[in-house]
């Protein structure tokens, strides 16, 4: 087609109805999921134009202020580089140079940090006028399960994480699956055996019945669903 945006804005224009009517409270973006795979082609320059503009549309429709909503992005959960990494840095930088701060999503999710690194860190605190609408998600059940990683490594970026001011919350990736052992408390055990610090420990009991996020139905909905035991 001729406008490479068409569609997508068709559907962008929907996910702003279900905003504005208290529906959804965000969207999930899963692009990063390829990066890193030994199937993984680097895209063409067209496709790597399309991606950093569609990045931007996502910006502006979740940052609309008649409705806005968070956004959440899979990655940091194989690994920390690629194409999907360089371009989402890029296009935030650029929205944020050209339209401000209220043009970026209220919350911007971050669905893993297995992958995570001091250098990647780095990266997000750069974005030092929107630090505080990052909050990463540490899915430790999931990643010791199916990365093959360590509590222990785990435990030492969340460590990091916190030092560095970032909000850290417990991600849902793998509860369904792993069962009792991925319930708050044991997923808390097993931090803390892999040397989770105090004030980490802290911070993630504090935030862990707050809302990441409200949205026009938290009032009603949302009291409903504070994860106690749960995450």
Not at 59 to 66: F, K, Q, V
Not at 154 to 180: H, M, P, Q
Not at 188 to 214: C, F, N, Q, V, W
């Amino acid at each position: 087609v001729e406008d490479q945006h068409s569609l997508f804005r068709e559907n962008m224009a929907k996910f702003k109805h279900l905003l504005l009517r208290g529906h959804i409270s965000g969207m999930d973006i899963t692009g990063s999921i390829v990066e890193g795979s030994k199937k993984y082609i680097d895209l063409e320059e067209k496709a790597e134009t399309v991606l950093f503009e569609r990045f931007q549309i996502i910006y502006d429709t979740l940052s609309n202020p008649e409705a806005p909503g968070q956004l959440k992005i899979h990655m940091y959960e194989s690994t920390p580089e690629g194409e999907f990494y360089d371009i989402f840095f890029s296009s935030l930088k650029d929205q944020l140079a050209k339209k401000g701060s209220g043009s970026i999503p209220p919350i911007i999710r971050i669905g893993h940090i297995n992958a995570l690194r001091t250098q990647d860190i780095q990266r997000f605190k750069d974005f030092d006028t929107i630090k505080d609408r990052f909050v990463f998600e540490a899915n430790i059940d999931s990643n010791v399960n199916l990365k093959k990683t360590t509590p222990t490594k785990l435990a030492a970026t969340v460590n990091e994480l916190v030092a560095s001011g970032f909000k850290v919350r417990l991600g849902t990736d793998g509860l369904g699956i792993f069962g009792n052992i991925a319930l708050f408390d044991s997923t808390i055990d097993r931090l803390k055996t892999g040397g989770l610090s105090d004030k980490a420990l802290m911070h993630i009991r504090s935030e862990s019945d707050l809302p990441i996020y409200k949205n026009k139905n938290y009032n009603q909905f949302g009291k409903k669903l504070q994860c106690l035991y749960f995450y």
